[in-house]
């Protein structure tokens, strides 16, 4: 016997390991989250059931920031649909805090903005809350000498902080949409 052939009766047991694991792992469904296709092969697709989400007005600028930047996450922009099978409705409690204070002046040389939203999905067809959940936004400013420096970084921080609290809302959404958990 060759070594040729030594080498080839030695491979063959992880061959056919590696042909059994193709083989398994091929009977399995992998669909991408955003995908156009319907979830689990019927009814709309991911994109068409957020924007089957009418998102409820919400009192302040930064509670407006949050509602237009989630529209924009759930449409695409095409704005809230006022007949939709389900209803967001948000609770938003903003606050600020400064982390480090200059020993010598006792200012704030830097600010944290914190937003925090409590949101719940309603199913308006069995008037039932399916979804009730968390987003936590956290924004670091650096102060500055000048007073309107400083209230548009802090406006500036509450805008950045409503969108990415926005896209943790989308995110969540879309993973119930798939699970329905």
């Given amino acids: ?80 649909r006022k007949d939709a099978p389900y209803r967001l409705t948000l609770l938003a409690n903003v606050s600020s805090f400064n ?15 914190s937003f925090d939203i409590t949101y719940k999905l309603h199913d308006v067809v069995n008037d039932r809350v399916v979804l009730t959940e968390q987003a936590i936004a956290r924004v670091s400013i650096d102060r500055s000498q000048q007073r309107f420096a400083n209230l548009r970084a802090v406006r500036d921080a509450e805008n950045r902080a409503a969108k990415v609290a926005a896209e943790q809302i989308r995110a969540r959404l879309a993973s119930f949409f798939l699970t329905r958990t």
Avoid: H, K
């Fill in 99 to 113: 982390p480090i204070i200059d020993t010598q002046s006792g200012q704030p040389v830097a600010q944290m903005v």
């Fill in 1 to 80: 016997m060759s070594w040729l052939d030594r080498i080839a009766e030695a491979a063959r047991p992880q061959v056919l390991a590696a042909a059994l694991i193709a083989v398994g792992l091929g009977g399995c469904t992998f669909q991408p989250m955003y995908a156009q296709t319907p979830l689990y092969g019927a009814g709309p697709s991911l994109r068409d059931a957020l924007r089957d989400v009418d998102v409820a007005s919400i009192d302040g600028r930064i509670g407006n920031e949050l509602r237009n930047d989630l529209i924009y996450e759930l449409t695409g922009g095409e704005g809230n």
